[in-house]
C-alpha cells in the first residue's frame, strides 16, 4: 500500500543535542509537510515543501530546519532542542498543483520526541 | 484570518447514540473542508471532505455538510460504535495552507 512512513516511532534525545527526524513516502506526492503537535492541540505547520521549494512557515522558530532531498523523503533537524520542544511530530503529503488546490493531505503515524 | 472552531471534548457517548460535533470557520476564499480522525498513537486519518458549499461528504456511517451560509462543516453519525473512540479534528484547506481545529476527543462507552 502506498503510505507515509515516519522514523522512529519514539525519539528520545538529550537538551540541546541535535536530532533528525525522517519521512518517506510511496504515494509520489510533490508536497511534504512537518507539523508539531502537541497534547491535545492542533497540529502546527512547521513548514512546507513544494517540489523542492521551502516554504517555512513566519513563526518557525530557527532552530527548525529541513531538508528533501529527492521527492520520496523529508527530514526535519531540531539544531538544539529544549524542553519546550517535546512533541509528536507529524509528516504529511499532498498532491498539489495550480490545477489541483485543496487536496486532502495523507499522515504518517508520527515520531514522538522526548528531551531529557 | 483564516481559522477553525471546533466544539470542545471530550464527548462521552453510550454505544448507538447519534453523534454531532460542531465544526464552524473563518476564511478568506473557498476552503476545502475535512474531518480527519486520530486514533491513539497514530497519524491523522482522512475521514470525509467537501469541496464546495452543499457538498456532503461521506465515510464509515459519519456525513458533514458544507454550509457556507453558516460557515460549518458539522460531523454526524447515527449510530456510534466503541470503535469510533478517538480525537476528530476539522479543518480546511486554502491552497496548499491547511488549517485545524483543536480536535474533539470522543469517547464510546459499551
Known amino acids: 500500500d502506498a503510505m507515509v512512513i515516519q522514523n522512529p516511532r519514539y525519539q528520545v534525545t538529550q537538551f540541546g543535542k541535535p536530532v533528525t527526524l525522517s519521512c518517506s513516502q510511496t504515494?509520489?506526492?510533490?508536497?511534504m509537510y512537518w507539523y508539531q503537535q502537541k497534547s491535545s492541540q492542533a497540529p502546527k505547520l512547521l513548514f512546507h515543501?513544494?517540489?523542492?521549494?521551502?516554504?517555512n512557515e513566519a513563526d518557525t522558530p530557527d532552530n527548525f530546519q529541513s531538508r528533501r532531498p529527492n521527492t520520496s523523503f523529508c527530514f526535519l533537524d531540531i539544531r538544539s532542542p529544549g524542553l519546550g520542544d517535546a512533541a509528536m511530530y507529524l509528516c504529511?503529503?499532498?498532491?498539489?498543483?495550480?490545477?489541483?488546490?485543496?487536496?486532502?493531505?495523507?499522515f504518517g503515524d508520527g515520531t514522538r520526541l522526548s528531551i531529557l | 484570518g483564516n481559522s477553525v472552531t471546533q466544539m470542545e471534548g471530550p464527548v462521552t457517548l453510550s454505544e448507538e447514540a447519534f453523534l454531532t460535533i460542531n465544526c464552524t470557520y473563518t476564511?478568506?476564499?473557498?476552503?476545502?473542508l475535512f474531518w480527519y480522525v486520530q486514533y491513539p498513537g497514530e497519524g491523522l486519518q482522512l475521514l470525509l471532505k467537501?469541496?464546495?458549499?452543499?457538498d456532503k461528504g461521506s465515510n464509515k456511517g459519519f456525513e458533514a455538510t458544507y454550509r457556507k451560509e453558516t460557515t460549518s462543516f458539522h460531523l454526524e453519525k447515527g449510530s456510534v460504535q466503541v470503535s469510533d473512540s478517538a480525537v476528530y479534528f476539522c479543518a480546511l484547506s486554502l491552497g496548499l495552507k491547511y488549517i485545524f481545529g483543536t480536535g474533539t476527543r470522543l469517547k464510546v462507552l459499551a
Open positions: 504515494l509520489n506526492h510533490n508536497v
Open positions: 467537501a469541496t464546495k458549499a452543499d
Open positions: 504529511a503529503t499532498s498532491r498539489g498543483s495550480a490545477a489541483r488546490v485543496n487536496q486532502p493531505q495523507h
Open positions: 515543501y513544494y517540489d523542492k521549494d521551502f516554504n
Open positions: 476564511a478568506t476564499g473557498y476552503p476545502s
